[in-house]
């Protein structure tokens, strides 16, 4: 079996990389196709874990009643968030789109669970925070594959957990890591909603890359790469 991507594999998995977004809004009525929902939980479900303990589980959510209690606590959560801010920056920020739960016809509660396999898991012992990062590419890996499909995802942070257990019946030891909606959409934004928005600016790649030690720009054995980044190679 040939193991080298073509050209045009890699360009396909960058374009899924520079157009992936954050999507709040455009989600339409029509239904995900079971077998590209299939599709993007088992690319999910693929993703690396430390111990290949694999920890994740997938909740999947249809239900108005239960998308309606969700989106209470939203509600609640992105009210609390606002009392956080001052000045015209919370007036910027509650006319933020910032969810979509309604909206998208499915939602997904990924979770962690430190139980699976037992209590030792290899790679965990020393760092146990490689559970919880073991779940976060597998959402990577979701968004990745959603976005490939040609359905958008959001992430839907500004939630209670404790909500989330209560309505979604989770025992005491599972811990929601993320709360995704999925769907259809009109259209994918060219930039992140929030870069659009100007609530943050895009960092250039060089104001995030040290040289062997922490904030060190200047070594002379990464001459070639930094200017790689400052030319801004193969970046979007």
Known sequence: MNEEFSDDEKAGFYKAIYSRRDVRSHFTTAPI???VLTK???AAHHAPSVGFSQPWNFILIKSQKTKNKIKESFDIEHARA???IDGSKKSEYLAL?????IESPVNICVTYDPTKFGPF?????SIPETGIYSVCCAIQNM???ARAEGIGLGWVSILSNEVLKKQLGLPEHIIPIAYVCLGHVTNFETKPDLERAKWLPRLGLDEVVYYEKWQ???VSDWNVIQQYIKSNLDYA
């Open 82 to 84: 606002s009392e956080k």
């Open 121 to 125: 898991v290899i790679g965990r012992t």
């Open 40 to 42: 993007i939980l088992n």
């Open 97 to 101: 789109k910032l969810e979509g739960i």
């Open 143 to 145: 968004w990745l594959s």
């Open 33 to 35: 196709d079971d077998k």
């Open 216 to 218: 060190q720009k200047d």
